[in-house]
């Protein structure tokens, strides 16, 4: 039976870049499978064009409850059989965004969501969480140069803010489990910080 494969996690605030950190870190580990959240496999995208909607009116406990759903149905589906065949997985998101989300941002509480999302994913907890640490006026500003906004990138600046202090709090109570990085750097000098660490946390 091959080694069990990593879990490494991408996090932080809108536009702080991590998709563009997620494309980089391929080229440089192409036999990483990449997968995004919410997303990532049909039942999980489904519930991505629920939670995105700026239509749609979504109260916070359903928020949490929609998100924890799609990662269940991922981790299930995707994450655990790359896994135990000894694939090493990156995903743009994991629970310490709803952790920061719905826990800090929607007033929900981190512990209650942590308990959803202990639920959602049978206890599963990534090898290393690369945290983008940016503020939030350059995140917004990097997202507003991207297209129309979604439901949640429409949320105020109080809401980020909560958002970005409870993802400070997350890396400073693991700082085993987070690498912090400066995402307001250029791209290339993001990409080779984070490449080091993700070469550190592959290494047998
Ligand atoms: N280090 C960087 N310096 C300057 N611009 C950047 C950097 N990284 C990404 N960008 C640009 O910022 C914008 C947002 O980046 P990206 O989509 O990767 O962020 P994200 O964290 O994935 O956002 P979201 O949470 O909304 O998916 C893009 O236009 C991207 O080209
Ligand atoms: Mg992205």
Partial sequence: MPAAGKLITLEG??????????AGLL???PALTL????????LAERVRALVTD???DVDPRAEA???AAARAQLVAERVRPLLAGGHDVLLDRFADSS???????????VEAIRAINAFATGGLVPDKTLLLRVDPVTGRSRQSARGAPDRL??????????????????????????VVL?????PEAVLAEASEAVAASLAP
């Fill in 13 to 22: 605030l809108d536009g702080s870049g991590k998709t563009t950190l997620a």
């Fill in 27 to 29: 080229t440089v580990f």
């Fill in 35 to 42: 997968l995004r959240e919410p997303g990532g496999v049909g």
């Fill in 54 to 56: 700026p239509a749609l």
């Fill in 65 to 67: 409850l929609l998100y």
């Fill in 99 to 109: 952790l920061a989300y719905q826990g800090a941002g929607r007033g929900l509480g």
């Fill in 153 to 178: 990138e429409r949320e105020g600046d109080a809401f980020f803010a909560s958002v970005g202090a409870a993802y400070d709090a997350l890396a400073a109570a693991e700082p085993g489990r987070f």
């Fill in 182 to 186: 400066d995402a307001a750097a250029d």
